[in-house]
C-alpha cells in the first residue's frame, strides 16, 4: 500500500480556514473595517451591493500599504501586528492573527489598491480565489481601498447558504454598528445599492448612540463611570422605563473591541433587579479599558468572546457601578413637581463673593448631660406604641419612626410637615381617587401614584437595606406558635431556615412536619405569624430559588405582607408621606413586582380631550 497522507493544496487549505473567518458577507465588512481602523484612518466607506453578494467595498484613508506589504498581506498569517508569541499578550490593534485578507481572497475576487503617504504611485492588486492574478502601479489617494467581488462564487453550498438579502444585509449593518460604537471620533459612510445608508459624522460616544439608535436615546440614557486598578468602565445604561423585550442595544467593548459576555450581561440585568417589569431588558453601552496583558483575546477566530484574568472582580465593579448610576438618577426624581416657590440655589459666578459662615457654638452644652442613654436604646417598636398612636397597622409602619418620641396628636391635625418649610409647603396638591390611586399635579400633568405598590417599593427597599446589613430585629411573641405544615411546606421552611431567621423570624423546627414560630420581624404590623408563615412559603414555592438572592426574598415576602392595601382611605399627610417615601426610594418607577407604580397623564392630553 503506498502512502496516503499528502499535504493540501494552499488554495484549500485557505478555503477550510476561510471558513472559520469568513462566514457571511458580514464577516468581510467586519473584517475591512477593522483593518483601517489598525491603519489609523479617520474616513471609511463602506459600499455594498446586494447585501454583499456582488460586492463589499472598504475605502479609507489610512496609511496604506508599500507595494511588497500589498503583495504580503494577502499570505496567511501576514501581520504587521505581531512579531512572536509574547505580542500576543499586548494587543492594541483589533486584527492580530494575520488570517482575514488570505481567508478573503481564498473566496472570493479581490482587488487591492493602496498607496502609502510617502510614495507617488500606489499599487492594485488582482487576487482571485487564492491566486495571484497582477499587480500593477496605480495613481490613487493615500489609503486603502479593498474591494470583494462575488463572495462565495468558488464555494457554491456557502453561498446558497447565505439568507435573505435583508437578513445578510441587516448583519453587515450591526457590524459596522459595533466598531462605530467604538471608534465614534472615525467618520463612517455606507451605501447600499447606491443609496446612503448611514453616514455618521466624527463625534463624542453619546452622540454616537444616539445617531446609531434614534433621539429618543438621549433622555434614556445614563452616564456610567468608574476607576479601579484593575479596570475604568465607562458608558451608558439605558433608564428603566425605557426598557424593551427584544433588545438590539445591548453593547459591551473591552479596549474599544466588541465582545460579548454573557456573564458580565448577568451583572448589568442584575443591578437592575426588581426595578424592571418582567421579560424586558435594558439597553446598554458600556466600555472597559483593561491592561491587554489581562485578557486574552485568542479564543475564537471572530474574536467576540474574551476571557478576563479578573472575571469576577470586574463583574462586581461593573455590577456597583451599573448599579450605583441607577440609584443616582432615580433619587432626583425626573418629575418636574411645580416648585416655583421653593428656595432658588444662587449659582456662584466669577464675582460672587464668598463670605464664611459664622457659627454659634455653646461651649458649656454637653449632649449626654441630662440624657439616659439606656432610654435611646429602646427598641423601636413596643406593643405600647401601637395601642398610643391608635393608627392603623400600616400607619404604625411608616409614621413610626418620625413620630415615636413626639406626642401625638389627631390625625387631622398631624405635622408631618413644618409648614415653614418653604419646600414642602409647596407640596403639590393630592387626591385619593377609589381609595387606590393617589392623584397630584406636576408641571407636566397629573401624577397617578398606585398606593399599594408604591408602599410596597418603599418597604421592599427597608427590608433590603435591614438584611443586608444583617440587623435582625425580632418581635418576640408571648407565646409560641406550634404551625403543622404539609411535607413539601415544611421542607420549603427547613431548607431557607437560616435566612428566614436572618430576616427577622424566630422559627425551629419541631420535627413532623411542625414548626414553632417564637417571633416575627419587628416591624410588621399585625404580625399575625400564622398568615405570614403562609406568605412566605407562597412566595418561595413560587419563586425558586436562585444563588445569592436570599436577602432580596426576604424583603420581597416582608414587603408584600405589610403594604397599605387598596380600599383603604388614607389622609392628605399619609398621602405626603408615601410620596415623599416613594421618590426617596433608589427606583420608584416600578414595584418589586416590576409592575409601574405612576403614572403622568400629560397636560397636552388632557387638553386633547378637552378639545
Ligand atoms: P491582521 O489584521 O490580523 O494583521 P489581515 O489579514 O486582516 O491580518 O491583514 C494583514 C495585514 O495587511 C495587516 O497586518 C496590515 O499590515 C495589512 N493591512 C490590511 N488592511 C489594511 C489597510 N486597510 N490599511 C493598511 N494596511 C492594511
Ligand atoms: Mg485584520
Known amino acids: 500500500m503506498p502512502d496516503i497522507i499528502q499535504l493540501l493544496p494552499e488554495s484549500v487549505a485557505n478555503q477550510i480556514a476561510a471558513g472559520e473567518v469568513i462566514q457571511r458577507p458580514a464577516s468581510v465588512v467586519k473584517e475591512l473595517v477593522e483593518n483601517s481602523i489598525d491603519a489609523g484612518s479617520t474616513s471609511i466607506s463602506i459600499v455594498i451591493k446586494d447585501a454583499g453578494r456582488t460586492l ?25 501586528k505581531i512579531r512572536k508569541a509574547d505580542d500576543l499578550f499586548a494587543i492594541r490593534s483589533i486584527g492580530f492573527r494575520g488570517e482575514a485578507l488570505a481567508s478573503i481572497a481564498a473566496v472570493a475576487e479581490v482587488v487591492l489598491q493602496t498607496k502609502r503617504d510617502e510614495d507617488e504611485m500606489g499599487t492594485e492588486i488582482f487576487i482571485r480565489a487564492t491566486e495571484f492574478v497582477s ?47 467604538a471608534f465614534p471620533n472615525i ?35 445614563i452616564e456610567i463611570k468608574t476607576n479601579t486598578s484593575i479596570t475604568k468602565i465607562r458608558g451608558y445604561i439605558g433608564k ?77 465593579i461593573l455590577h456597583a457601578t451599573v448599579k450605583e448610576s441607577l440609584g443616582k438618577f432615580s433619587i432626583v426624581p425626573s418629575l418636574d413637581f411645580n416648585t416655583e416657590a421653593s428656595i432658588e440655589i444662587p449659582v456662584l459666578t466669577k464675582n460672587t463673593r464668598i463670605t464664611i459662615p459664622s457659627i454659634q457654638i455653646d461651649p458649656t452644652y454637653n449632649p449626654f448631660e441630662n440624657e439616659d442613654i439606656a432610654k435611646q ?27 415615636e418620641n413626639k406626642e401625638t396628636p389627631e390625625p387631622e391635625n398631624q405635622k408631618l410637615f413644618d409648614d415653614k418649610d418653604p419646600v414642602k409647603s409647596v407640596t403639590p396638591n393630592i387626591l385619593q381617587l377609589k381609595n387606590k390611586y393617589i392623584l397630584s399635579p406636576v408641571k407636566s400633568g397629573l401624577l397617578i401614584i398606585d398606593q399599594k405598590r408604591a408602599h410596597e417599593r418603599i418597604l421592599y427597599e427597608k427590608y433590603l437595606k435591614i438584611l443586608s446589613e444583617k440587623r435582625r430585629q425580632t418581635q418576640q411573641s408571648l407565646y409560641p406558635l406550634v404551625i403543622e405544615l404539609s411535607g413539601q411546606e415544611h421542607n420549603l421552611i427547613i431548607e431557607n431556615i437560616e435566612e428566614i431567621n436572618q430576616g427577622g423570624f424566630d422559627i425551629q423546627d419541631f420535627g413532623n412536619n411542625t414548626i414553632i414560630v417564637n417571633g416575627c420581624p419587628a416591624d410588621i404590623p399585625s404580625p399575625n405569624p400564622k398568615e405570614l408563615v403562609e406568605r412566605l412559603i407562597d412566595e418561595l414555592q413560587n419563586n425558586p430559588r436562585q444563588a445569592g438572592k436570599a436577602s432580596d426574598y426576604m424583603a420581597v415576602i416582608l414587603c408584600k405582607a405589610s403594604a397599605i392595601p387598596y380600599g383603604k382611605v388614607l389622609t392628605i399627610n399619609e398621602m405626603r408621606d408615601l410620596i415623599d417615601r416613594l421618590f426617596a426610594c433608589e427606583n420608584y418607577n416600578y414595584n418589586p413586582d416590576g409592575k409601574p407604580i405612576l403614572s403622568i397623564i400629560q397636560l397636552e392630553e388632557l387638553e386633547k380631550k378637552l378639545r
Open 240 to 316: 428603566p422605563e425605557s426598557a424593551k423585550k427584544s433588545q438590539d442595544a445591548q453593547f459591551f467593548f473591552v479596549n474599544n473591541r466588541f465582545m460579548r459576555h454573557p456573564y458580565y450581561h448577568k451583572a448589568v440585568l442584575n443591578a437592575y433587579e426588581r426595578i424592571l417589569p418582567p421579560n424586558v431588558s435594558p439597553a446598554y453601552f458600556i466600555y472597559f479599558e483593561v491592561d491587554p496583558e489581562k485578557i486574552d483575546v485568542n479564543i475564537h477566530p471572530t474574536k467576540t468572546e474574551i476571557k478576563f484574568e479578573d472575571e469576577q472582580a470586574i463583574w462586581q
Open 135 to 181: 499587480q500593477e502601479a496605480v495613481a490613487c489617494n493615500t489609503g486603502t481601498a479593498f474591494s470583494v467581488k462575488n463572495l462565495f462564487f468558488n464555494v457554491p453550498a456557502r453561498r446558497k447558504f447565505l439568507k435573505s438579502e435583508a437578513y445578510e444585509f441587516r448583519l453587515c449593518i450591526s457590524e459596522l454598528q459595533r466598531v462605530a460604537l
Open 187 to 221: 467618520e463612517f459612510k455606507m451605501l447600499h445599492n447606491n443609496t446612503e445608508i448611514l453616514h455618521l459624522a466624527p463625534c463624542n460616544y453619546k452622540q454616537r448612540i444616539i445617531e446609531l439608535f434614534g433621539k429618543s436615546k438621549n433622555q434614556d440614557l
Open 377 to 403: 436604646e429602646k427598641p423601636r417598636f413596643e406593643k405600647d406604641y401601637f395601642k398610643q398612636n391608635n393608627l392603623q397597622n400600616w400607619e404604625k409602619l411608616y409614621t413610626g419612626f418620625e413620630n
Open 56 to 80: 463589499i467595498q472598504v475605502i479609507d484613508n489610512g496609511k496604506g500599504m508599500s507595494e511588497t506589504d500589498a503583495r504580503m498581506s494577502f499570505e496567511r498569517h501576514a501581520t504587521s
